[in-house]
């Protein structure tokens, strides 16, 4: 166990001499020992890389880990069911790590925090994904951590909220009015779609990643058929890689204004409201026109898309994008002008940069943060190099920083989308996919951040596929820019951060 | 902001003439309302959003009906913070066992006389979670259901027809 490693210079050159898995693809999976497990976590613990997943697997865990050239993923056989703790050095990866022990019943040797995390008990069943023992469901207690002090007092939030959102529970600990901690608890929209992926075929897969977080649905959707298409050695045809990216970019258009909406209306400024919801809806509806559905759920799929988009469907995207064109910049100005609002998102909420640097921040979070960390650039997949597309960075880390981004990431949407509806290839929209074996990852930049799916493929069977939110990451980093703020900005910050709650439970 | 005002003032509105109430929900409802409600009622409906384990589609169909296009309010529908507040529950998601508590509770909290909509594919019976270790699977299973509106998520429209359709029914 006290092996030495060379210091590699890069993960590739560790995976080239730690000798990789065949048939993992397109970036390479090493089994490691505990000497070079541990190794690894110090690496990620001193900030050299990212840590982009944690999870379980029949006997193993895997974490997926990057450096400024690609990806690896580094599996621990746990043949005792035990495996040195990643988050006891790695504190990003503690959710990640107690979800494992939840769902598979792995002991995480020094896990600094043991309370269970998905599971509330209330299952009827001990470890699903691992020997899915029957017990009785009795709902235990769950002991939040203790803030102590003079004047302290609690306010218990959720998991029904006041607004139409997902639900959650966020125990608050206040002097007064100012935020001393916040402790979230999750969990309640646990749908085990890790148990219903495994032994179903590839359409039904989808059909389940598409449903994993509803606003992401595309990029969920896209995540993993790229997975799929990988572990299999398939491409989709060029049209569809365009495709997929003209639904990848009206997702992240809808989100972004809809959501720097609902920034501004919790500061109690409707107008912005109103108006980015109408823009909202434009292009919700020409996404109906043009794919059939608002949402463009089930578009995307494993080898390629579900339809082609016909000459209304590209009338109805072209005159949204141009209605947008002409409107947003008006909206931009008023927020900018308009000191009041400025003074609510100003200051609030600020995420500090090394933060967003150590739990490897994904999306809009991380790049008002510092963090030029964009998916499209980092892993670029097709049709992106072809493309010309800013990644804009901020470092304020305010909930005004997260609205700017957005603000900037719809004017490249915007272009993205222009340039994909000139320039989109002619020719099939699918290749039929063999009922193959391997093992695929991919990493997809929805408008939260990355996603990241994993799955193994046996005979064209799931065996296990894992899907990561960006989620995972950002919402430890609420937590902590919350603190010293008041409760009462508490809405305003959280819709800054726009978590998800779904994509997280899973 | 004066420029926005004036645009808005001299472009003819984007809210949209109602869709018909739906046929299938005014029969299904046909037994739920009870005469006492239509009285108390009138034409005003204030519902209360429980997510019970939704993908979070349904929610965002929900928000599209307070935009201008839609414009819920103009029927005296709204959504309030509190089931304390509510005639109706609107209820998404293939109740999760970890939510199932929750939505007892929050419907225990609602006073009589209430109405609870079931809204999605999920809501109506699991959907594509039915089955799973982690799910309780539709609405009705653990509180009674007047009204389910299908779709996954179902469009504005179609939820806005649904409601309409709750809200002749309790009207009289």
Same mark, same amino acid.
């Given at each position: ?204 897969? $989808?059909? &389940?990643?598409? #449903? *994993?977080? /509803? ?6 959707? =896209? !995540?993993?058929?790229? @997975? +799929? ?109 308009? $000191?009041? &609002?400025?003074? #609510? *998102?100003? /200051? ?6 090394? =933060? !967003?640097?150590?739990? @490897? +921040? ?145 | ?172």
């Amino acid at each position: 166990m006290t092996r030495t490693l060379p210091a590699y210079e890069s993960l590739a050159d560790f995976a080239a001499d730690a000798g990789s898995v065949a048939g993992h693809r397109p970036w390479p999976r090493v089994v490691v020992d505990t000497a070079a497990w541990r190794w690894l976590g110090r690496e990620l613990a001193a900030g050299r890389w990212s840590l982009l997943g944690f999870w379980g697997d029949t006997g193993q865990v895997h974490a997926a880990i990057a450096d400024d050239e690609g990806l690896l993923v580094a599996t621990l056989a746990c043949p005792d069911g035990r495996f040195d703790s990643l988050a006891a050095v790695h504190p990003p990866a503690l959710r990640l790590e107690r979800t494992i022990c939840d769902l598979f019943g792995f002991e995480s040797a020094g896990l600094p925090d043991p309370r269970p995390w998905l599971d509330h008990d209330r299952w009827g069943v001990l470890h699903p994904l691992g020997a899915a023992t029957e017990v009785p469901a009795t709902g235990a207690d769950y002991p939040f951590l203790p803030a102590e002090g003079e004047s302290l007092h609690q306010v218990p939030v959720g998991p029904v909220h006041a607004g139409i959102i997902e639900p959650g529970h966020f125990r608050f600990t206040v002097n007064g009015e100012t935020v001393v901690r916040l402790e979230q608890r999750f969990g309640y929209v646990h749908k085990g779609i890790g148990k219903l992926m495994a032994g179903v075929d590839l359409m039904r897969g $989808a059909e &389940l990643a598409g #449903r *994993t977080s /509803g606003d992401s649905t595309v990029t969920y959707a =896209l !995540a993993f058929a790229r @997975a +799929a298409e990988a572990a299999l050695g398939v491409e989709a045809p060029p049209r569809a890689h365009w495709l997929r990216a003209l639904m990848a970019e009206l997702e992240r258009l809808a989100n972004h204004l809809g959501d720097i909406g609902a920034v501004c209306n919790d500061a109690s400024f409707a107008i912005l409201h109103a108006h980015c919801g109408v823009l909202r809806e434009r292009v919700l509806r020409a996404c109906d026109a043009a794919f059939g559905h608002r949402l463009m759920r089930d578009r995307v799929l494993p080898g390629g898309v579900a339809g082609d988009l016909e000459t209304h469907g590209y009338a109805a995207i072209a005159a949204a994008i141009e209605e947008i064109g002409k409107r947003f910049p008006a909206l931009c100005e008023l927020y900018e002008n308009t $000191a009041s &609002l400025q003074d #609510r *998102t100003g /200051g609030a909420g600020v995420l500090r940069a090394e =933060l !967003a640097r150590q739990y @490897a +921040a994904g999306g809009f979070v991380g790049r008002a943060s510092g963090r030029a960390f964009d998916a499209r650039r980092f892993a670029p997949y097709p049709p992106y190099p072809r493309l010309a597309f800013p990644v804009p960075v901020l470092a304020a880390g305010d909930v005004d920083a997260r609205v700017r981004i957005r603000m900037l990431e719809v004017d490249a949407s915007l272009s993205l989308v222009s340039q994909i509806l000139e320039r989109l290839p002619a020719g099939d929209l699918w290749v039929t996919l063999p009922a193959g074996t391997g093992e695929g990852v991919a990493l997809v930049e929805g408008f939260r951040g990355d996603v990241l799916a994993w799955l193994r493929l046996a005979h064209g069977r799931i065996e296990r596929c894992h899907l990561r939110d960006p989620s995972w990451f950002q919402w430890p980093l609420l937590e902590a820019a919350i603190e010293g703020n008041i409760i009462a900005d508490f809405p305003l910050c959280n819709k800054s951060f726009n978590c998800s709650y779904s994509g997280h439970d899973l | 902001m004066r420029k926005l005002l004036f645009d808005s003032l001299l472009k003819g509105p984007l809210t949209e003439p109602p869709p018909a109430p739906d046929e299938d929900a005014l029969a299904e409802l046909a037994a739920a309302v009870k005469r006492k409600a239509r009285r108390r009622l009138g034409r005003s409906l204030a519902i209360r959003a429980v997510d019970a384990g939704s993908c979070n589609g349904c929610e965002l169909e929900l928000h599209a009906l307070n935009n201008a296009f839609y414009d819920l309010e103009r029927y005296g529908l709204r959504f309030v913070a509190s089931p304390r507040h509510a005639d109706v529950l609107v209820v998404t998601g293939p109740v999760t066992k970890n939510m199932r508590e929750a939505l007892e509770r929050t419907y225990a909290a609602t006073p009589d006389p209430k109405w609870v909509v079931a809204v999605g594919n999920c809501a109506a019976n699991g959907g594509a979670f039915a089955g799973s270790y982690a799910v309780v699977g539709g609405v009705s299973k653990v509180v009674p259901v007047d009204l389910h509106i299908p779709g996954c998520p179902p469009s504005p429209r179609q939820l806005l027809a649904g409601l309409l359709a709750l809200l002749e029914t309790s009207a009289g």
